[in-house]
Structures are given as structure tokens and as C-alpha cells.
């Protein structure tokens, strides 16, 4: 949604030195490098062109109907995949002709940009069917959703996750770049305990919009965003046919997804996600804070933390630790009155591309809408527009590695 009315806040955590910020590529934006060493990020049915690494951008373009792009990946065999929702497309060119749309038979729909490509050339596209609905008709409003004080204007900061909902994820698997597919064998959902033991004794837990990746060890890590103060993950042995239970992981994070991605040459992971604690979680801040850690030990542990973004009202500190119980934790339905420079920083994408780390996310925040005054509590959003930019950064990739390891 465009912005309405000045506003912008002050972020608090600008680019380091030596990293590279672009303002207008970021949430449902991919990238992949080019034959000729230029990178490509494309969204839907546009696309853009940098010749110097990220730093500039060409003006948007078209992508050739019916090619659609909430990924792209560049393939083992060299071809360039783009791929969104359940249609896959490939081209032997770096983009100039595509062939036929290849349909993906999936559960449900994915997290976009978590196609994922093996050492052994198997495609895994992770994707999650959502069963819910909008709450008990019989409830009011604010037992369904949270609602904060922003400059006196009563607004609402969350809303689906308070409602009655099962996710359950799924792993469609080709071996044939995208010419057939089928499906990993069972489905993926957490069905652990207080304790994180798989035993079914805390009920069905969320396990929604996935990421996977191939790890050091030759197994697949799978992490999702779950309900229960943590992400949540399964392994798989076997290439994406059979996981592991699901299990909470020691990365704290409230429900939203997370975005995992292989280093090349090391297999070592890096992960961004919404780090925060239960008690932020309540507060209203969910996607207050995006981080990012490295595994190189395949994901059982994490180190590196570091904190990308944060809003106003946070402590800004590089690792929150995870708590217990691992129990259902959300927004309270009043949460008080919110900082002037509330934001949000939500839905992160993650490529490590010669030698950098490529960050993608969107920045939020409230903004009074043409004609609103501030001072008075209204019944919702009426007052109030949300501000919004995609955003890039360019990393080195020694910057993960610069901190909190040994």
C-alpha cells in the first residue's frame, strides 16, 4: 500500500559500513546472477537489471507473458528457473526466451522464493496448506485480534493468528528439473509437548510458510514459523522423501516465517527471521526485530546473532534466548500505547551470490492519512495509513562471520 502521508521514521539500525541499501527491491523480490555476471531480481511479471554487483538498478520491465516470478534460481544444469505459486518456467538464455509453463503439484502454496535445488539435482519446493477461519462469531473483535495506541488513534497490529487455525506443511520433489513431480511421503505439523517432545500432549502446533536447505551433512533442514514462541524444524535423510517429527528449534521467533539459504562452498547456513521473546510477543511486537544467525554444524546450534533491523520500543540486542514452556504465545488484545516510530520488518528473503549476502524485506510503519488528527480513539484503522518500503542490502559475506564466532 502506497503511502498516504509523510511520516517516515528514523530506522535505528542503518547499513554498516560497507554494505550496500536499495530502496525499492525487497518482499516478493528474487535474485540471481547471470551468465554474464550481472544479477536479475524479478517480482511477478517485472523484473530489473544491475551490472555493478546490486549497487544500481536498470528501471523495471516486463517478464514475457506468461512468465511469473516469485523466485528465481539458477540451476545446476545452468538453466534460470523462474518459478511462483505451482508454475515453474525455465530458461536457456539468462532470461531472454522461457519455455512452457511446468505446473507443480503441491499440498497447498508456498513461502515465495524456497525452491531449492540439491548437490544431487533434486528440486524441493516447500509449501504449507493453511485450514482455519476468522474466529467464533459469537466473540468480539478484540478477542481476535490486537490493538495498539498509536499517537491517540486505535489501531490494529495483528489479526489472523489469533484465529482458530491448523497449518500443515508439505515438500514437493522433482528429479528432473520441474518435468515431473510428486510429493514427500506424510505431512509436516508440530505435534509436541511443553517440552518440545513429539508426544501429541500440547495438540496440533503451526507449521507454516517453510524454508529448506541442504546442510554440511548432506541432510535437508526444514524450518517454518510456528504459534509457540519459536521456529520449528525437521530433517530429512533422505533427499526430502521422509522427515523427522517436528521439533522447536532454540531460535526464538514469534509466527512468522523465516528465510534459510546454503553458503555455497561451506555449507553452512545463514537464517533471517522475526527474533522475539514471548514477552514481545504479547506487546505487539512480533516483526519489531529481524535477525540473522549462521549453523555450521548443520542447525543444531546458531551463532553470529546479529539484529538487522529494529523498531522503536525494543531493545536492541543481537540474541534473544529461547524460553520455555514451548506453549502458544500471542498478542495481547490491548497492547497499550505504541511508540511514535512503531515498524514492522517482515517476510525476508536470503542469496549468497559471489561472495555477498543478499537481504530482501519490507519495511513498515504508521503514518496519519491526509486530513486525521491525532489525540482521539477511533473504531480501527480509519485514521491511520501504513507506510511501506521494499528494501535490499548487500552484505559481504565475512559479515556473518565477524561476530559471536569462535
Sequence with gaps: MESKASGRPVFRKPPPE????VVGIGREWSIAGLEDGSLLAARKQ??????????????????????SASGLLRLNSGALAAFSDDMLWLSNDDG??????????????????????????RLLYPNRACFGNQGHPDLPLEYVRSY???????????????????????????????????????????????????????????????SVAETRDGRVLFLARST???????????????????????????YSPPALTTVPGTGDLICVWNQASREEIRRGYRRGRLSAAVSRDSGATWQGFRTIEV??????????????PVTPVIGLPDLGQLPDDFAVFRYPNVRVIGGHVFLL???????????????????????????????????PLE??????LP
Design 18 to 21: 560497507g554494505v550496500v541499501e
Design 46 to 67: 517485472r523484473c530489473r537489471l544491475s551490472r555493478d554487483g546490486g549497487e544500481t538498478w536498470a528501471e523495471e520491465r516486463d517478464l514475457p507473458e506468461p512468465v
Design 96 to 121: 531472454r526466451t522461457w519455455g512452457e509453463g511446468r505446473a507443480i503439484p503441491m499440498l497447498g502454496s508456498p513461502y515465495y522464493d524456497t525452491l531449492v535445488q540439491l548437490s544431487s539435482g
Design 148 to 210: 495498539g495506541l498509536w499517537k491517540g488513534l486505535r489501531r490494529q497490529v495483528s489479526g489472523h493468528y489469533h484465529w482458530p487455525e491448523i497449518d500443515i506443511a508439505s515438500v514437493s520433489i522433482s528429479d528432473d528439473e520441474g518435468e515431473s513431480w510428486r510429493i514427500c511421503e506424510g505431512e509436516l505439523m508440530g505435534w509436541f509437548d511443553e517440552h518440545g517432545v513429539p508426544n501429541g500432549q500440547g495438540g496440533v502446533t503451526a507449521c507454516d510458510e517453510p
Design 228 to 254: 509457540v514462541g519459536r521456529l520449528v524444524c525437521s530433517y530429512s535423510r533422505d533427499g526430502g522423501l521422509t522427515w523427522s517429527a517436528v521439533r522447536p528449534t532454540e531460535l526464538a521467533a514469534s
Design 311 to 324: 523498531s522503536a520500543g525494543l531493545e536492541d540486542v543481537d540474541r534473544v534466548p529461547a524460553e520455555s
Design 361 to 395: 524485506y519490507a519495511r513498515e510503519w504508521f503514518e496519519l492519512a491526509s486530513g486525521a488528527r491525532s489525540g482521539f480513539e477511533d473504531e480501527g484503522d480509519g485514521g491511520v495509513v501504513l507506510g511501506h518500503e521494499n528494501v535490499l542490502r548487500r552484505y
Design 399 to 404: 559479515h556473518f562471520y565477524e561476530q559471536s
